[in-house]
Antibody
Framework: QVQLQEAGPGLVKPSQTLSLTCSVS??????????WSWIRQHPGKGLEWIGY???????YYNPSLKSRVTMSVDTSKNQFSLKLSSVTAADTAIYFC?????????????WGQGTLVTVSS | EIVLTQSPGTLSLSPGERATLSCRAS???????LAWYQQKPGQAPRLLIY???SRATGIPDRFSGSGSGTAFTLTISRLEPEDFAVYYC?????????FGQGTKVEIK
């Protein structure tokens, strides 16, 4: 059974960079069958897909966040990461990492439990 | 991007009743690449349906999905107590992948 676990600071100051890491267990991130995504949920709201990274390092970001997002992968640690720069209060959300399956056109079959990130001074 | 609109916003039903949830897309969803998720408070979403009508592993057969093009439906044939939750649809036919705003199924 694949498990994902997010880690990172729960509080980030405005204008700084939010950094999160997702650790994957029970399966290799280097399996070519999957893409690895970040998805966020504003408090009490719906879900917003942020982007994905493939084990090779190729990425695709949601155009709405593209200018501020960077994702990376560390296959040796079976982890992938998210950086979101110049954060504001509007970036306060629960951040989930998830495994995308079905190739490029992906839905999400395994999710981390999510981590709340609050942007506040 | 494709906008998904879910209705109703809230569905108030009793255990044993049938639930019908709608998800409409602003443009046709290619290849019926439409998924449904269930989310309970404090938990991550759980995959229920993919490809508009295929149940994910371990999902009871009281959950079924249908539809194509711009109109999709999730049906729960007989609500069990554990089914009261928020349900989201997601399209993955055209990037960026997008989600609906959710339908809350609450106990009447």
């Amino acid at each position: 059974q694949v498990q994902l676990q997010e880690a990172g600071p729960g509080l980030v100051k405005p204008s700084q960079t939010l950094s999160l890491t997702c650790s994957v267990s029970g399966g290799s991130i280097s399996s070519g069958n999957y893409y690895w995504s970040w998805i966020r949920q504003h408090p009490g709201k719906g879900l917003e897909w942020i982007g994905y990274i493939y084990y090779s390092g190729s990425t695709y970001y949601n155009p709405s966040l593209k200018s501020r997002v960077t994702m990376s992968v560390d296959t040796s640690k079976n982890q992938f990461s998210l950086k979101l720069s110049s954060v504001t209060a509007a970036d306060t959300a629960i951040y989930f990492c998830a495994r995308g399956t079905n190739g490029y056109n992906q839905y999400f079959d395994f999710w981390g439990q999510g981590t709340l990130v609050t942007v506040s001074s | 991007e494709i906008v998904l609109t879910q209705s109703p916003g809230t569905l108030s039903l009793s255990p044993g009743e049938r639930a019908t949830l709608s998800c409409r897309a602003s443009q046709s969803v290619r290849s019926s690449y439409l998924a449904w998720y269930q989310q309970k408070p404090g938990q991550a979403p759980r995959l229920l349906i993919y490809g508009a009508s295929s149940r994910a592993t371990g999902i009871p057969d009281r959950f079924s999905g249908s539809g194509s093009g711009t109109a999709f439906t999730l049906t729960i044939s007989r609500l069990e107590p554990e089914d009261f939750a928020v349900y989201y649809c997601q399209q993955y036919g055209s990037s960026p992948w997008t989600f609906g705003q959710g339908t809350k199924v609450e106990i009447k």
